[in-house]
């Protein structure tokens, strides 16, 4: 079974540009979440997308947003990109159960870098 | 707030065994998760606890105490590539994970 794929694995952006990540889960999974990550910072949850809608979300602002499609795949977009926002943005899936614990599965990762 | 703590860095000597220690306030627990990421590559799934006691599985062990808000990963006959960051995540009463900023682990032969 593929495993969780993100891409571009690489991007380099400047400041006040946008940007789109996408993320293609493990072929059954419907939910995904995509979580920012730094050093020192560990893993900062930005939201979760299950069946097309938004589940949960975290503590980011709007220039954070998110979609899910039809076949689970998912992207992040961030636009008026900051210095700070330069991080390796992972995803994970797993398989959506409303209240139960669930093991996340993790991409690779984009790492970006915003000069 | 809700708040993981790991120590942000150990070493230690190839062969022995190393613990990594978790505490978690979060609001409400419904497990708790360890993931073991190398550099440059995606958290992988390492351990599940969800009731008091140990879990042994191979070389990794992961210990839990609901009432102390407390776990640990016990890493026996260390090899060198299990040098790598151990993340500590908690699912709280929502069943979001909540994530710790991960312990370096540095193996010297």
């Known amino acids: 079974k593929a495993g969780v794929t993100q891409t571009p694995r690489y991007l380099i952006k400047t400041r006040g540009q946008q940007v789109t990540l996408s993320c293609s889960p493990i072929?059954?999974?419907?939910?995904v979440s995509w979580y920012q990550q730094t050093p020192g910072q560990g893993l900062q949850f930005l939201f979760e997308y299950f069946s097309e809608t938004q589940r949960n979300k975290g503590n980011f602002p709007g220039r954070f947003s998110g979609r899910q499609f039809s076949n689970s795949r998912s992207e992040m977009n961030v636009s008026t990109l900051e210095l700070g926002d330069s991080a390796l943005y992972l995803c994970?899936?797993?398989?959506?159960?409303?209240?139960?614990?669930?093991?996340?599965?993790f991409g690779p990762g984009t790492r970006l870098l915003v000069l | 707030g809700q708040n993981i703590d790991q120590p942000t860095e150990m070493t230690a000597t190839e062969g022995a065994i190393v613990q990594i220690n978790c505490t978690y306030q979060t609001s409400g627990f419904n497990g708790l998760f360890w993931y073991q990421q190398h550099a440059g590559e995606a958290p992988t799934f390492l351990s599940y606890?969800?009731l008091d006691g140990l879990e042994e599985k191979g070389r990794f062990s992961s210990f839990l105490s609901r009432s102390k808000g407390y776990s640990y990963l016990l890493l026996k006959e260390l090899q060198m590539k299990d040098s790598a960051s151990y993340l500590c995540?908690?699912?709280?009463?929502?069943?979001?994970?909540?994530w710790g900023a991960g312990t370096k682990l540095i193996i010297k032969p």
């Open positions: 995540a908690v699912t709280d009463s929502n069943y979001q994970l909540i």
């Open positions: 072929s059954g999974h419907r939910s």
């Open positions: 994970a899936s797993s398989l959506g159960t409303s209240g139960k614990r669930e093991t996340q599965y």
């Open positions: 606890n969800v």
